[in-house]
């Protein structure tokens, strides 16, 4: 029996971030989550990368560098901690910047293998000079915006569909009609203030599966054909999950996993490559959010299977994982 091609994917679950206790960020899923999908077999540790601080260049890319800088010295002010949720640490700084790493090299992994993504991210609402919501810096435009100075990517697509809309990701990409930014949603949920970006579909709470499928066949395949585009970031959000405490709608795990198949399988038939981040999920305890995570990537793997294979040579990984720039 032949082995499975490589899905590369990337984690930042060895970076620790002190919170306070019952804090509403689920900073404890992530390690049993690699745990998991290792025991299946979904991802190989040959192909599991640790991922490390992203430079400053790199964040600079989307973000303003006095945000940068006031960022990485601990000079945010007390209404932006507010709005960000999370205490200022260099811990944070580096999980933060980390996930940023992940995004970047999934990306570009992703334009070599097909499929590939990123343990962690999906930090859509970072803005360009401010962060939100437990997002300190946007890994989904930075990876972009990286790409796209190297010539790799002319016509990237957001493919957001966490429970929350990407409102950073659309304030940073207003106005770029290059860059397609596509977000299915809670309409009562936060942000309060949605921005307008590419596409915005907001469900009302309790929205169930067939209903929220409907609207998934109804809008995306269109959007991805009218943008053509060359690369989908897809932000795979698990809080429409009914159980999720800070979700709203109430998809089951079988409504989730018929999504996230569709998604493959869309960007499979017209050969886009796809980069996956993991995004929002809250159930308490993580359990339910770690299985639906789980979700997600058993249908990367299967349609990283199905792709053609490609060589995997050795120096692809050394250097998404050493050079300063991807």
């Not at 944070?92 to 910047?97: D, H």
């Not at 940023?100 to 930090?123: C, D, E, K, Q, Y």
């Not at 109804?218 to 159980?243: F, K, T």
């Not at 993991?278 to 359990?287: A, K, M, T």
Request: include cysteine; glycine fraction near 8%.
């Amino acid at each position: 029996m032949s082995p499975s091609p490589p899905l590369h994917a990337w984690t930042s679950h060895h970076f620790t971030v002190p919170l306070p206790a019952h804090h509403r960020l689920p900073i404890g899923k992530y390690a049993p989550l690699v745990k998991r999908l290792l025991g299946e077999g979904i991802l190989t540790p040959e192909h599991l990368h640790a991922s490390r601080s992203a430079p400053r260049e790199w964040l600079e890319s989307a973000h303003d560098p006095h945000y940068v800088a006031r960022v990485v010295e601990g000079d945010l002010d007390a209404a932006e901690l507010r709005a960000l949720g999370l205490p200022w640490s260099p811990d944070l700084v580096a999980r933060a910047s980390a996930g940023v790493f992940g995004t970047v090299s999934a990306a570009r992994a992703a334009l070599v293998h097909g499929v590939a993504g990123n343990l962690a991210g999906g930090s859509h609402h970072a803005f360009r000079d401010r962060g939100e919501a437990f997002c300190l810096f946007n890994d989904l435009a930075v990876a972009i915006e990286m790409l796209r100075a190297k010539g790799r990517i002319r016509r990237p697509f957001v493919l957001d569909l966490d429970v929350h809309q990407g409102n950073g990701t659309a304030a940073i990409f207003a106005g770029d009609p290059a860059v397609f930014t596509f977000s299915i949603h809670g309409e009562s949920n936060y942000p309060s203030r949605k921005l307008s970006g590419s596409f915005d579909l907001g469900l009302p709470n309790g929205t169930r599966d067939e209903e929220y499928l409907v609207a998934l066949d109804r809008h995306l395949p269109s959007a991805l054909d009218g943008h053509a585009p060359d690369l989908v970031l897809y932000q795979a959000g698990v809080d429409a999950l009914a159980d999720d405490a800070l979700g709203q709608l109430s998809l089951t795990h079988s409504g989730l996993r018929a999504r996230d198949a569709r998604v493959f399988a869309w960007c499979e038939a017209r050969q886009l490559p796809i980069a996956v981040t993991l995004g929002g999920g809250y159930s308490r305890p993580s359990d339910a959010s770690i299985e639906a995570h789980v979700g997600v990537w058993r249908e990367a793997r299967g349609a990283r299977d199905r792709r053609a294979p490609v060589d995997d040579v050795d120096d692809f990984v050394d250097a998404v994982n050493t050079r300063p720039n991807p």
